[in-house]
């Protein structure tokens, strides 16, 4: 489905000193409002909320993999 995603904030994780030390304030997962999908973000020390996977096409690698 070839969409730009919309996500909003479902789970909001707790984050260990070993992470902070890495630069990661934050984690949590968001879930698009118009398809479902789940993705991981991040908070790093900047501020910027960025996600853990790059945004792409599907392929049957994926699929199979899953």
């Not at 789940?38 to 910027?48: A, I, N, S």
């Not at 960025?50 to 945004?55: Q, S, V």
Request: proline share 3%; aromatic share 10%; net charge negative.
């Amino acid at each position: 489905m070839n969409h730009v995603h919309k996500y909003e904030s479902v789970l909001h994780y707790g984050i260990s000193t070993e992470l902070t030390e890495f630069g990661i304030e934050a984690a949590e997962i968001r879930k698009c409002k118009k398809c479902g999908k789940e993705m991981p973000f991040l908070l790093t020390r900047r501020g910027d909320w960025i996600p853990l996977f790059a945004e792409g096409e599907t392929d049957q690698q994926d699929i199979l993999l899953a």
